[in-house]
Every structure is written in C-alpha cells, then in structure tokens.
C-alpha cells in the first residue's frame, strides 16, 4: 500500500472515532418538552422573577396598613436609687416613688389623608401586576430561547450525521478506486482525487462536532443544568396556519409586555395620584387606655389607676415651598412617559409578530424548494454511481455529486430548523410560548364568534 493510501486509511478511521454520535451521551434522554420544564424550575432567570414577584406581594401588603387601624402597647418600669428631697424651712419633704409602673394601649385611624393611602395601595397593586407580567414574559422568553436553542442543537447534530454519512460515502468510493486503480480501469488522477476528497471531508466533520459540544454546553448553561444528557427528538416541520390579524389580535390580547407596561402606567397614574396628597389635609382619630401605680405626686398605694381618652388630630400642610408642585410635575412627566413607552412596546410587539410570520413564509418556501433540492441530489448521485461503475464518469463527478448531496441535505435541515423556529417565535409573540399556532388560531376563532 503506498504512504499516501495508508495515511488516508488511518484519516477515516480517526475521523469515524472522534465523530461518534452524540446521541449516545451518557445520562438521561431530554425531549424539548422536559428541557422546558427543567429549564422553568432551574433557570436563575426565573428564580428572580418569581422574586421580584413576592416583594410586590409584600409591598401591596404593606400599603394595605394605610387603610387599616393601627393598636399599639406600650409598657414601662421606673426604680429611682433615692427619691428627691426638698427642705422647707427646716423639714424634709419627699418627691416621686422609688417604683413607677405604666401601661397602655391605643388605637388609631386614618380618615382621611388626601387619597394617598388609597393611592398607595392601588400603586401596590399595579405593582404586584407589573412584577407578575415581568414573571410571565420571563417565562416566556426562556421557552422560546429553549426551543429554539434545542432545534438548533438537533440540527447541529443532524449536520454531523450528514458529514458522517457523506465521509462513509467517500470512503466507500475511495476503496473500489483503489480496487479499479489495481485492475487498471481508473487512472492515478482518479485515486488521487477520491483520496484528497477523503482528507478534505473529515476536517468538516471535527468542525461539525465541535459546534455540537459548545451549543450543547451552552444548552446546558440555559437549562442550569450541570450533568450530561442527551437529546431526544429530530428536525420535523411544525404545524403552522393562520393569518398576520390573527396572530396580531392574539398577541395584542396576550402578550404578558402589554399588561406590563400597562401596569406601569397605572402606577404611575397613582403615583401622580399620591403627589397630589402633598398639601391636602390629613385626619387621624384615636383612642387609649392607660395606667400607673401613680399620677403626679399623689400617692395610690402601690394600686394601678386607669384613664381613657380620644380625640382625632388634623395636619394640613398649607404651604411648603413648592415641593408638592415639582413632585405633581414630575410624576405628570413620567406618566406621559410611560404612556409612550406602552405605545412604544405595543409597535415593537407587532413588528415581532410580522417578523416571525414572514420569517415562517421564508421558511416554508426553504423546505418546499430543498424539498425538491433534496431528491434531485439524490437522484444524481445514483446516476454518477452507475455512470462511474460503468466507465462513463470520472472519480471526481462522482464526488462532486455527493458534496451536492450532502449541502442539499444541509440546506434542507437549516429550512426545517428555521421553520420550527419562526413557529416557536410566532407563538411566544403572540403571548402564548406552550401552545401550538393552531390552538392559537382556535382560540381567535371562538372569540370573534357572535
């Protein structure tokens, strides 16, 4: 065997080894269904979400006391060393006792504070929806990042089978070269140029694997996910039907942005409302009960006297060099600001939605086209394959159609990648990241029905 041959032999088998299949990584087999859920419950993301969710419950919470009436306990022991003696004219007169004890007990309300408790509380509550829409869009957006990074794990994995597959064709070919080559029915040139193509094609194919290891690593790092694991599905084409109104309507309905601008706008709307409280009067009642073992300098043998009392305060702040006014103005400002920020997002949302759809036409039109790239390259390399066997063709159109083959299979996996993909954007556009584009069809259906 020549040194080129044997160098050649060892190149495929090396090839072949270090591109195993990636589906037989150790570890538990994840569907994109499972790789969501891991996804939801590990993803740092969400944990903050969900964070930010339970202070605006407790925010509300607290707002909530503004309204409420307030007790409050108050309890106090006082032991003197000496009592204070004063001399009158020769006699020693005795102030105070050497133990003092107190207690009491209030209760207050607020009637009126300008409608800033009331602002308060509904600023709290547009709160709670603004961190609960933030909740619901992070979800959203890490379902589709999840999607999407799987379909483009698959077909990552999928474009190593095709080098490997395409190496194994080469190598196939490369060994009836070598034996035509030796019964002297192809020439040098012919062997040579089988051999080159094997050499060539085993570079891709490390290439190919080692986008599979890094996109499978950071898939990992989307999930949180430190064991290894493998992935169970293929590239299929989604099902998808409707119209750009449809999907629109549905994203308008839907998108959990939209609720979340629109919370901050009401709370900006009671922000303003609570400024406006600044120089508005403020009227509180109370009542309490209270007792000592002594009042003034009278002395109660040691037993508790108790009193009540009530009455309500009003603070009216009349004038207080303006604050009030800057802070209604800058309030007045930010409402407008974030009404034009909704206006803003509410464009944005649209436009995604007429992104995604028309990158799901393009992508239709990709897998119609490879559709038929597909079969012609494999129809070809059948012809080059009897043409070569009978002496008509050389080794190199041989080759040729199969590097044809192998980028129109390529081409036809990258058209369905895409078209999962722009699936999975249309529906997280439309607000609706676990469903499929024909619920969300359904759904539009029955409520523009009379």
């Known amino acids: 065997m020549k040194p080129i041959e044997t160098l050649c032999t060892w190149t495929v088998l090396a090839g072949l080894a270090a591109a195993a299949p990636l589906s037989a990584e150790s570890g538990p087999r994840y569907a994109v269904e499972d790789c969501v859920r891991i996804g939801l419950e590990n993803s740092a993301v969400m944990a903050r979400a969900r964070q930010d969710s339970a202070i605006a419950e407790a925010e509300q919470q607290q707002a909530r006391s503004e309204v409420l009436p307030s007790l409050e306990l108050d309890a106090g022991y006082t032991r003197q060393d000496e009592l204070t003696e004063v001399d009158f004219g020769g006699e020693t007169v005795a102030f105070g006792f050497l133990d003092t004890y107190r207690a009491s007990a209030e209760v207050s309300q607020s009637l009126y504070s300008g409608g800033r408790s009331w602002a308060a509380i509904r600023a709290a509550r547009a709160r709670r929806q603004l961190a609960r829409s933030g909740l619901d869009e992070a979800r959203t957006g890490l379902v589709r990042d999840i999607r999407t990074s799987f379909a483009d794990l698959l077909l990552a994995q999928a ?8 190496l194994a064709v080469l190598s ?8 035509k080559r030796q019964q002297g029915t192809a020439s040098e040139f012919d062997a040579l140029s089988a051999e080159v193509r094997v050499l060539n094609e085993r570079p891709a194919l490390i290439a190919a694997s080692n986008r599979v290891a890094t996109a499978m690593a950071r898939f990992r790092r989307l999930l949180n996910v430190e064991h290894p694991f493998a992935l169970e599905g293929e590239l299929e084409r989604a099902d998808a039907a409707g119209t750009l109104a449809g999907f629109e309507r549905a994203a308008l309905r839907r998108r959990s942005v939209l609720r979340e ?4 706008v009401e709370l900006r709307r009671r922000d303003l409302q609570a400024a406006r409280s600044g ?3 403020e009227l509180r009642a109370f009542f309490g009960y209270r007792g000592a073992n002594t009042y003034g300098f009278s002395d109660a043998d040691a037993e508790w006297e108790w009193h009540w009392d009530a009455g309500a305060t009003l603070n009216w702040p009349l004038w207080d060099g ?3 006014a800057g802070r209604v103005a800058q309030k007045r400002a930010e409402l407008a600001r974030s009404r034009i920020e909704l206006e803003d997002v509410t464009r944005g949302v649209l436009l995604e939605v007429q992104q995604a759809f028309l990158d799901l036409q393009s992508a239709e039109e990709a897998i119609t086209a490879a559709e038929g790239g597909v079969a012609l390259a494999d129809k070809a390399l059948e012809i080059a394959r009897t043409r070569y066997d009978s002496g008509l063709a050389t080794a190199l159109e041989f080759t040729d159609a199969n590097l044809a083959r192998s980028r129109a299979r390529l081409t036809m996996l990258e058209a369905l990648r895409g078209q999962v993909n722009a699936v999975t954007r249309l529906a997280c556009a439309c607000g609706l990241p676990e469903r499929s584009l024909a619920e969300i069809i359904d759904r539009n259906a029955k409520k523009e029905q009379p």
């Open 322 to 324: 303006g604050l009030t």
């Open 279 to 281: 120089t508005r009067p």
């Open 172 to 179: 196939a070919f490369l060994d009836q070269t070598r034996k």
């Open 159 to 166: 474009a190593v089978d095709v080098r490997r597959e395409s």
């Open 261 to 264: 601008y629109e919370a901050l």
